[in-house]
């Protein structure tokens, strides 16, 4: 199947995306058998058609929650079964329920059908190593932030822990975000800087590499990340599941000094359960710490 095929059946799936979408008029579209088809499909888009129909339904689907429609209303609306079979693979796919996101993702573009570079489904080796690459620079841009704390001569200890299940600590002792009681404000600051868009497999493939991504998109690709930030006599808690929003701020007094400690797991559907690397970690402190003074930054693991 060449491209200007699969161009015509992705943007088909667009136009009729209300709709239950037949694996044999998709097949027809293009002149192959359903069978044929369907492998066709997976070589060149990295995922059975079934699975791209369903992730294209339901990023629709989050445009229409928020225009606050309900959500048993738009899981039939895209042709779902039933509003729980809709709930199950909503929740399946971003990580967060309908009424979740309709309550706290602020806005959404449903994003452009593309169709892969290289049409291939094989996996080698320097797609592993991108992967890593990219997993390792989610921690690398907020460690930035903690550096740049630390030029500006607010910072002077940070600290990198491995932690279980894939997981990383990274702490400072800094400023912390100017966050207040002011929930509205404090809100608006977390959303500009945190606040992202879930991210599927068939986005991530076509965005390369992550070296300055900004922290939304790193926060997007996030399967969970929580935010502890300590200031000003309070300590402010925020946690996000591939960049939305889980609950209202919680506040509470501050115990300790002032600084930022977050928590992240990178989303595992697309990077697998791979574990963060000390080399990589320790290669990058280094560099980066070798013109700045007054400043520890320790990289160690919970276990050991």
């Known amino acids: 199947m060449n491209r200007d095929m699969l161009e015509n059946v992705l943007a088909y799936i667009d136009d009729h995306i209300y709709e239950k979408i037949n694996l044999c008029v998709l097949a027809e579209l293009v ?26 339904k339901l990023q629709y689907a ?34 967060s329920t309908p009424s979740t996101v309709r309550k706290y993702l602020t806005s959404y573009a449903v994003p452009v059908y593309v169709v892969p570079k290289t049409i291939s489904g094989r996996i080698n080796m320097e797609a ?25 001569g607010f910072c002077t200890n940070i600290e990198i822990t491995l932690l279980p299940k894939c997981r990383i600590r990274i702490s400072d002792n800094g400023r912390g975000l100017p966050l207040s009681k002011d929930l509205h404000a404090s809100k608006a600051v977390l959303d500009k800087i945190l606040a992202g868009n879930p991210i599927t497999n068939a986005e991530y493939s076509q965005m390369g590499d992550l070296i300055q991504a900004g922290l939304q998109t790193v926060n997007s690709l996030c399967e969970a990340l929580q935010i502890i930030v300590k200031r000003d006599g309070n300590t402010f808690q925020q946690d996000y599941v591939r960049g939305i929003t889980q609950h209202e701020l919680y506040i509470n007094n501050l115990v300790g000094s002032s600084g930022t400690e977050i928590i992240l797991k990178p989303d595992t559907s697309i990077f697998g359960n791979e574990d963060f ?3 990589i970690l320790n290669d990058w402190v280094k560099q980066k710490s070798r013109d700045i003074d007054n400043i520890k930054i320790d990289v160690k693991s919970a276990n050991g």
């Open 62 to 95: 989050i445009v229409s929650l928020l225009e606050g429609r309900k959500v048993l209303d738009v899981a039939m609306l895209y042709a779902f079964d039933s509003h729980e079979g809709f709930t199950r693979a909503f929740t399946q796919l971003f990580g």
């Open 128 to 152: 592993i190593s991108s992967l890593q690459h990219n997993m390792h620079q989610l921690v690398f841009e907020f460690l930035e932030q903690s550096i740049e704390e630390t030029k500006a």
């Open 31 to 56: 002149g192959y058998s359903p069978f044929y088809f369907s492998k066709l499909f997976s070589d060149a888009m990295g995922m059975p058609v079934t699975g791209y129909i369903r992730i294209r």
């Open 277 to 279: 690397s000390l080399e």
